[in-house]
């Protein structure tokens, strides 16, 4: 089977030491990750780790029943290309010589990107939308004084209709 980008959703307790233990298993099988990105979930006390990751998904979903046979995490779930809404953010630090050129400007307009910081020195650009998109606006603005870019891992919500909480919270118990 072909692989193709596939997002890993993780629900799990905060506990010092797990997110190695996700990513140990995920090395074991020799599966790179793309991204990965943490942050707090819809219920409380349940930390969320979306990673992001080119395989083949019958390899991912026997990833995914592996994980949940983890200690501490509640749920895990995996998700193809189209049943998800992801974004990523990406930040550009600029130096500020070079900002104030018309065609500067027109980029920025162009990417709908946004100036988000004007320093005596430096300018830092945001821009919000797939890697695809942050890369053709980090294509364009290298030319300018590119000092510094960095981007967020994907964070990522399901189009089908899945409550979460309500699955975790069964899982819980």
Do not use: W
């Amino acid at each position: 089977m072909e692989k193709q980008l596939i997002t890993v959703c993780i629900y799990t307790e905060n506990f010092v030491g797990l997110l190695n233990r996700v990513t140990t298993i995920f090395t074991k099988r020799h599966v790179n990750i793309e991204s990965i990105t943490a942050s707090k979930s819809e219920i409380e006390n349940v930390h969320r780790y979306t990673i992001v990751v080119k395989e083949s998904p019958s390899l991912i979903e026997k990833i995914v029943r592996q994980i949940e046979k983890q200690i501490d995490v509640i749920g895990a779930f995996y998700h193809l290309e189209d049943q998800t809404v992801f974004q990523e953010i990406a930040l550009y630090k600029m130096d500020i010589e070079n900002v104030y050129e018309a065609k500067f400007k027109e980029i920025i307009s162009s990417h709908h990107a946004r100036i988000v910081e004007i320093e005596k020195n430096f300018v830092v650009v945001e821009k919000t939308g797939t890697k695809a998109d942050t890369d053709a606006l980090y294509n364009e603005l290298k030319p300018f004084g590119l000092m510094q870019f960095v981007r967020s891992g994907r964070v990522a919500i399901t189009k089908q209709r899945m409550n979460i909480s309500e699955i975790l919270l069964n899982n819980r118990k």
